[in-house]
């Protein structure tokens, strides 16, 4: 018998999430994940709401592939599904600006390389068809630097990060498509950060064939659910014809829970792993928020309150250097240069949940998800503020909420 101290009940306090994720869980989605009732992942209702939840997901990811459906986890677990069609010795160039796109790479490395390749440095392999095209932090992956690369390699594959949550900074999709499409390469993207959070359709990209996402970002769905996948017909015919080591992540083997079969659509989905009732509950829940809001409507919200918090820190003396519409991220006023980390601790130990940079150089990374109001944007605003003088900025307060109320005179931008 061991000895193991029974510990009181976990309880976990309510922070203010002001980061880049995961994002505020919508109260409905608790709700319906609380609500669920004890029920085993063949029983109807659960098989319905999982084919619900995949017809919402093509809705709003602007789809028709066929294979779109939610990978049981978070967001790395759709991209391991995603680049499980990437086989030892394959040629893949990937685009890394920042920490996610990095991983991604690395990812990709452990995928391509071949036997000798992986065990030589089984961490971090370098196999040699896999070529990594290093954009520094800070700014964007552009349209010229993946065709350039491309014309070069002329690989099989090619991935990027639509928006690069490290260093906060959107990288051109459009350029990386165009590039995919001319040099025949079939992209790979990490919509991790951007799917609900940008109105984009995955149909216009038609260079890229495979498609990850998150449960917890733009999707407000962090109970532990799904991650949204979407795979075009090449890519589901060239997987048929590689195949992949794996089973639970396979992504043709996978859909099947979801009623996709052999290519199509079928009314009842078969078993592959025990879903719960709970997750697709929740996830359910979550699609249908995006959709009665539109995620047009939301890309709009999120511009709007992102401007006013840039405005704000901007009068606070920091800079931004980030363009996404989620989340900035800054660099502290001069005279604090140095003590991010301090500053992000200071606030995390008191329920103000921002972020440093997770990779060099450090910066402060501040984000609205889910918080699409001026309530919660102005709390975000004070408590900053107050943390900065705290710690000895010179911030003209008066200014900062004059700043405030200006934007929020004006309404949102009409289309
Ligand atoms: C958050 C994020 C990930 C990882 O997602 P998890 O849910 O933590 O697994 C991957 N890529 C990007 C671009 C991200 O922003």
């Not at 089973?247 to 989905?269: M, N, S, T, Y």
Request: aromatic letters at 6%; a negative charge.
């Amino acid at each position: 018998m061991s000895n193991v101290e029974i510990f009181g009940q976990l309880e976990i306090p309510n922070t203010l999430a002001a980061g880049p994720g995961p994002g505020n869980t919508d109260p409905r989605v608790l709700q319906r994940f609380a609500a669920a009732g004890m029920a085993d992942h063949m029983q109807a209702d659960v098989l319905r709401g999982m084919i619900e939840a995949k017809q919402m997901l093509r809705a709003i990811m602007g789809t028709s592939n066929i294979y779109t459906y939610g990978v049981a986890g978070t967001g790395w677990s759709g991209l391991d599904v995603m680049f499980s069609a990437v086989q030892p010795g394959d040629k893949v160039v990937v685009f890394v600006n920042g920490t996610f796109s990095g991983i991604d790479g690395l990812t990709v490395r452990m995928k391509a390389a071949t036997a000798e390749e992986l065990a030589a440095n089984p961490m971090d392999p370098q196999p040699a068809s896999v070529t990594i095209v290093n954009v520094p932090h800070g700014q964007s992956v552009t349209g010229e630097i993946v065709e350039k690369a491309l014309a070069e390699h002329k690989p099989k594959w090619a991935a990027m990060a639509h928006w690069e949550t490290g260093s906060g900074r959107i990288n051109d999709l459009r350029g990386f498509s165009d590039a995919c499409e001319k040099h025949g390469a079939m992209g790979l993207v990490d919509a991790v950060s951007s799917l609900g959070v940008e109105n984009f359709a995955i149909d216009d990209f038609p260079g890229v064939h495979g498609w990850a996402s998150c449960p917890q970002k733009g999707i407000c769905c962090l109970p532990l659910t799904y991650a949204p996948v979407s795979f075009t017909d090449r890519y589901i015919e060239t997987l048929r014809q590689t195949g992949t080591r794996t089973f639970v992540h396979h992504p043709i083997l996978e859909a099947r829970h979801w009623g996709i079969v052999d290519g199509k659509d079928v009314e009842k989905g078969t078993y592959h792993r025990t879903h719960s009732a709970y997750a697709v509950s929740a996830f359910h829940e979550a699609l249908r928020i995006t959709l009665q809001q539109t995620v047009a409507e939301r890309a709009k919200q999120y511009a709007y309150h992102e401007a006013a918090l840039r405005d704000a820190v901007t009068a606070m003396g920091c800079k931004v250097t980030s363009n996404m519409t989620s989340l900035v991220v800054l660099n502290l006023p001069e005279g604090l240069a140095g003590r991010e980390q301090e500053l992000v601790q200071t606030c995390r130990s008191k329920g103000f949940g921002i972020w440093p940079t997770l990779s060099e150089p450090v910066q402060v990374r501040i984000g609205i998800l889910n918080l699409l109001n001026r309530a919660a944007v102005t709390e975000i605003v004070e408590r900053f503020a107050a943390e900065l003088s705290a710690m000895g900025a010179n911030i003209d307060i008066e200014t900062v909420r004059a700043g405030l109320e200006r934007h929020y005179q004006t309404a949102v931008a009409a289309e």
